[in-house]
């Protein structure tokens, strides 16, 4: 399995997901479809499906051509009502096959939006998993609560995603985690891992390179949404449970303007 970056709008990324023994391939929230195609077109792969995350334009938005241009091409959501193009609505549990070897279980993730759908991704070995995130899950931070509430944040940040391999690897709607991390310090000043993957991170957007993947440790150790249920971090802002204290922490970012 192997997963390439497509680089979309201002600051999305897109993903194709290729089974390397078939050329088989799945893209993830193709919002820019004729360079989707052109990615494929360069690796050599055929399209096989969509992943959307979710509802948004900027998800969601470039289903109807992808459609257009790819005939027969199906596209998985969270909604058919909801989700531009979707052919093929999928809730938590469902599982998606891609050419011989790659394993796709959806996990429904909502709170940013209802339908949201973040989707774990194995090869038959079981090494290098990886979940595609939307806007649930960025790189040290998480979405608005735009539809729903801090309990649900909590439980798909700290039990949902918190639950899954730590090596496994994170990819994420938006280029945000340059921001992310330096809101990050302002909630953990001392938390050294913080400034050492800032420093990382603004070292690789300098050099015109993603920050994604990250992985479901590495988040732990630096995403201040997915350490609440650490008294220390409840402490700094003033919160006695995870679900207040990330409330207090999306207030916080909300309101940040750095």
């Not at 995350?53 to 289903?63: C, K, S």
């Not at 050419?99 to 194995?122: E, F, Q, R």
Request: proline content about 5%; glycine content about 8%; some cysteine.
């Amino acid at each position: 399995m192997k997963i390439f970056h497509v680089p979309c709008l201002e600051d999305n990324y897109a993903y194709l997901i290729i089974d390397e023994s078939t050329k088989e391939a799945a893209v993830v929230d193709p919002v820019e479809p004729e360079k989707i195609l052109q990615a494929a077109t360069d690796h050599g792969v055929q399209l096989k499906f969509v992943l959307t995350t979710h509802h948004h334009w900027d998800h969601a938005g470039g289903n109807d051509k992808m459609k257009e241009l790819v005939p027969g091409i199906k596209v998985y959501g969270g909604s058919i009502d909801n989700v531009k193009g979707c052919t093929d609505k999928v809730e938590s549990g469902d599982r998606i096959s891609l050419g011989a070897d790659v394993n796709i279980l959806c996990l429904h993730t909502p709170c940013h939006t209802k339908g949201h759908i973040s989707y774990y991704v194995t090869s038959k070995d079981g090494e290098d998993p990886v979940v595609f995130t939307g806007d649930t899950l960025f790189i040290a931070g998480c979405g608005k609560f735009f539809e729903g509430t801090a309990e649900q944040m909590y439980q798909l940040l700290c039990i949902t995603l918190g639950s899954l391999p730590k090596p496994t690897q994170v990819y994420c709607g938006h280029e945000y985690t340059v921001k992310n991390l330096q809101f990050a310090l302002t909630v953990e000043p001392d938390n050294a891992k913080i400034r050492d993957k800032l420093s990382w991170a603004l070292k690789q957007r300098q050099a015109g390179l993603p920050t994604i993947p990250s992985t479901i440790e590495e988040e732990m150790e630096t995403n201040p949404f997915m350490r609440v249920d650490l008294p220390e971090l409840q402490e700094k802002v003033g919160c006695e449970s995870p679900v207040d204290a990330l409330r207090k922490i999306r207030q916080l970012k909300d309101n940040w303007r750095g």
